[in-house]
């Protein structure tokens, strides 16, 4: 089973992906802050980190730079989970360090599927 860690800091949307995730067969890890998902990359060593950009503390970006850093988690796969997809955001996603983003409101129908392609 991928294992996956999703950091987001609203409840209703790590609710929404957890369901979807665990519905298909997927583990999934979730923090409400990016100090405390860094901690849950490190020890539980997770497939794919979804990570949403626009937390309070640390955002997204500054915590992908940070996972970067550390041996035995800096090759994971980052994607982005972001209402944040205007011109210039992409190109500032994938400078940060994620592999790829997605956009908010997610799709459940493709949702899934999406992300699948970042564990191949």
Do not use: W
């Amino acid at each position: 089973m991928p294992r996956v860690l999703y950091i987001d800091d609203d409840f209703a949307n790590r609710l929404l992906v957890k369901r979807v995730l665990v519905a298909e067969g997927f583990e999934v890890d979730e923090a409400d802050n990016a100090a405390d998902g860094i901690q849950l990359a490190i020890e539980h060593q997770p497939n794919l980190i979804l990570m949403d950009i626009a937390m309070p503390e640390m955002n997204g970006l500054e915590a992908t730079n940070y996972i970067r850093s550390i041996p035995g988690i800096a090759q994971t796969r980052i994607v982005a989970v972001t209402a944040n997809a205007m011109q210039g955001d992409r190109e500032m996603i994938l400078e940060a360090g994620c592999d790829g983003y997605i956009s908010k409101p997610i799709n459940i129908d493709t949702f899934v599927d999406e992300i699948s392609q970042f564990l191949t």
